[in-house]
């Protein structure tokens, strides 16, 4: 088997009830599972004031499958990823500028998967007023999915969504992300 590369890129931190500690158990358990078979992995945590972003892009330009794991935050990624984002996508490094907007991707990686967190219940997902028009996780991280594909990652392996996590049951969280990490590396 060839080793792969995969860049875990982690945004769990302390906001309203959450302590972010479930978005940094399942970054502990990714690190631990796809090493465990052999991959390499590097792991970016955004919320830290530490970061350097010339080592950031380098790590966005090595891997070949990035993992994106943070809580859901407004029907969004959390304001850390956004940053992260805005400070390492730069252009002739990951994206060029070309005659059909969105084709001049530069990153290498050819796969991404989110793993989100939120307090919402899947059922919840395609009704009432606000979510009406949002029937799966994923109509909620356009904007992710929509970067990454615009970076020329193009191949989206299925999202992860633990929900209820503050007012239900999380027992089954584990069991369930390894099952669902074991499908797909």
């Known amino acids: 088997m060839q080793t792969k590369k995969i860049l875990l890129v982690t945004a769990g931190y302390s906001i309203f009830d959450a302590k972010g500690r479930l978005n940094g158990f399942l970054s502990y358990l990714t690190d631990k599972t ?12 955004v919320t830290k004031d530490t970061l350097n972003m010339d080592r950031e892009l380098s790590k966005l330009l090595w891997a070949d499958s990035v993992i994106y794991i943070m809580p859901m935050m407004w029907f969004n990624m959390p304001a850390p990823l956004v940053t992260w984002l805005g400070e390492v996508l730069l252009y002739e490094k990951t994206f060029l500028i070309t005659d059909h907007y969105g084709e001049g991707g530069q990153v290498p990686a050819n796969q991404f998967m989110v793993v989100t967190t939120s307090n919402m219940k899947s059922s919840d997902l395609g009704t009432g007023f606000v979510l009406k028009n949002a029937a799966h996780i994923d109509d909620l991280l356009q904007p992710l999915i929509m ?14 969504h633990a929900d209820n996590v503050i007012a239900g049951e999380t027992d089954w969280i584990e069991r369930d992300y390894i099952k669902h990490l074991d499908s797909y590396f």
């Open 147 to 160: 970067t990454n594909h615009y970076l020329s990652i193009r191949q989206q392996l299925p999202t992860f």
């Open 34 to 45: 796809l090493s465990a078979k052999g991959y390499q992995v590097k792991i970016s945590d």
